[in-house]
């Protein structure tokens, strides 16, 4: 099966394109599997803005690691090992790796003398199991010393920005399966039809990947530009209405930082002014004066590849200055970023 797709697509005669996908999950799958080494000339894949470390602004970073001096901070691997200015937060003093924010709760219930901060980012996949650790951690006894520093952001606002800009080189998008799970299907096929612009939803595996991208390069070629559900075994029309709820008694719209876009409006979310004690932004009183003192690195092109502007191997960085080892940018962190998995399964030297 996975021969005769690579076969069908091979096939595409029509003129040059440039497909997109969104989600940081389909970054890995589409370089672990070594896609992009059998697409025909004619097709080419680039990342886009889905990789949560990668978006992250750096001011969230800096305000982070100026916590970290003042209470125990918990948080996703990844984030550990973005830079800042003064270091970053793997070499804080407390930190701690969780891998849910429900670990949040016993963390702070047994160390009642210190005050835990947890770093939530992330896009409409993880925010739900956000949002139930904030109402975990409002009805839980005894426990007043925990609180979230919010970046969670919303893939449709990003994607309006992308596909408004006057500079735009895409004809075709591979919108994430994972997000499209919890807001449903809908959502992007209106963003589709919007803009005019093809897309597929698809899965993860080697032929979930293949067979969307057959999709998709039959809708372009017919132009009806529409976004076609490939991963129904999960993903519905209307999403998953009950994370919507969960979500939607926590959190609300705010506008938001992003690596290589800046400011996007509504594309934040931020606790709702009854979770107020619980917003460590507001409680620890963490404000940067100056956000333009917080750039990415001097030489990093992690927004342009969040963009799709460019390729991982076209910033002078790559695999010199920058490795997995020793990363400058985020997209080098990330195990979700573009460039980390360019380096990782697409040959240094290649």
């Known amino acids: 099966m996975i021969r005769d797709l690579v076969e069908a697509i091979k096939k595409y005669s029509g003129k040059p394109i440039k497909l997109m996908e969104v989600c940081g999950t389909h970054t890995m799958s589409i370089a672990r599997i070594g896609l992009k080494n059998v697409l025909p000339e004619n ?11 990668c978006v992250t602004h750096q001011d969230y970073i800096e305000k982070a690691l100026l916590l970290s001096k003042r209470a125990k901070i918990c948080t996703f691997g990844d984030l550990m090992r973005v830079p800042g200015k003064i270091g970053a937060l793997a070499e ?8 849910s924010p429900i670990d949040c709760i016993e963390i702070a219930r047994a160390n009642p003398h210190k ?19 904030v109402l975990e951690a409002r009805k839980g006894t005894g426990i007043h010393n925990l609180s979230f520093l919010t970046a969670n952001k919303t ?12 500079d735009l080189e895409i004809d075709g998008l591979i919108y994430p399966g994972h997000v499209a799970t919890i807001v449903g299907a809908k959502v992007f096929d209106d963003i589709s039809k919007a803009h005019k612009m093809p897309g597929v939803i ?4 080697p032929i979930e990947v293949l067979s969307g991208i057959c999709e998709l390069l039959g809708i372009i070629e017919a132009k009806t530009f529409e976004a ?9 029309n209307e999403g998953n209405l009950q994370a919507q709820s969960i979500v939607e008694s926590v959190f609300e719209s705010i506008d938001a930082y992003w690596r290589g876009f800046g400011m996007i409006a509504g594309s934040g ?11 460590a932004e507001k409680k620890f009183a963490v404000e940067l004066k100056d956000m333009k003192a917080f750039a990415q690195p001097k030489g990093c092109r992690c927004g342009e590849v969040l963009k799709g502007k460019i390729a991982p191997r076209e910033c002078g960085l790559y695999g010199k200055t920058c490795t997995p080892q020793s990363p400058i940018g985020a997209c080098m962190v990330s195990s979700e970023g573009a460039c980390a998995a360019e380096f990782r399964y697409g040959g240094l030297f290649v």
Request: one cysteine or more; glycine letters at 6%.
């Open 43 to 53: 097709i080419k894949i680039v990342s886009g803005p889905g990789c949560p470390v």
């Open 92 to 99: 804080a003093e407390d930190v701690e790796m969780v891998y």
């Open 115 to 133: 005050e835990v901060v947890f770093l939530s980012i992330g896009f409409e996949t993880t925010t739900p199991s956000v949002a139930l650790a």
């Open 155 to 166: 893939m449709p606002n990003v994607l309006e920005t992308l596909l408004t800009a006057q």
């Open 202 to 205: 698809a899965g993860f595996e």
């Open 228 to 236: 076609k559900n490939c991963y129904k075994k999960l993903v519905t």
């Open 269 to 279: 979310l931020g606790l709702k002014q009854n979770f107020s004690d619980l917003d």
